[in-house]
């Protein structure tokens, strides 16, 4: 990093975390396809494998996304056969994603696949974990927006 030339790409954090998040998604990519799920549908089950019967709100917090950005990836769980959307009895406006039959099993696939990728990352597991924990205390202190 050349400290006298902080405009360069080669210079920018946000550049680095940006390239490496596209290399990672065109990794999972092929075998995600196998399955039949784009990265963010994978993301969205991970999150409904760990907790079923999530509300849409909860599912955007934990993913970090706004709710009407997932609404067309859940529509399309759902079209698959992976998800039901439901509506809470007590309160209708709370839409809740609760995984079908299928979408359970599907998991021992999408473990396979995260097994595959940590094996093929040339990366010592004990690194990755301290790579994972440094980012998440990172994206902690990042500020949820900045005045100009």
């Known amino acids: 990093m050349n400290i006298n030339k902080p405009m360069l790409l080669e210079n920018q954090l946000c550049f680095a975390v940006y390239s490496t998040s596209l290399a990672i998604v065109q990794l999972y990519k092929p075998l995600l396809d196998s399955i039949g799920l784009t990265y963010t549908q994978y993301l969205v089950m ?6 079923d019967g999530l509300s849409l709100k909860t599912l955007a917090s ?6 009407g950005a997932l609404t067309p990836v859940i529509k399309r769980l759902e079209t698959d056969g992976l998800l039901m959307r439901i509506r809470e009895p007590k309160d209708e406006r709370v839409l809740c994603m609760q ?8 998991q021992p696939r999408a473990q ?3 097994e595959c990728i940590i094996e093929q990352c040339g990366i010592d597991i004990t690194e990755l974990i301290d790579l994972k924990q440094r980012l998440n205390q990172f994206r902690l202190k990042l500020p949820t927006h900045i005045e100009f």
Do not use: A, N, P, R
């Open 46 to 51: 991970l999150v409904l494998w760990e907790q």
């Open 62 to 67: 934990k993913l970090g996304q706004q709710s």
């Open 99 to 106: 995984l079908t039959e299928k979408g359970h099993l599907l």
């Open 112 to 114: 396979q696949i995260h």
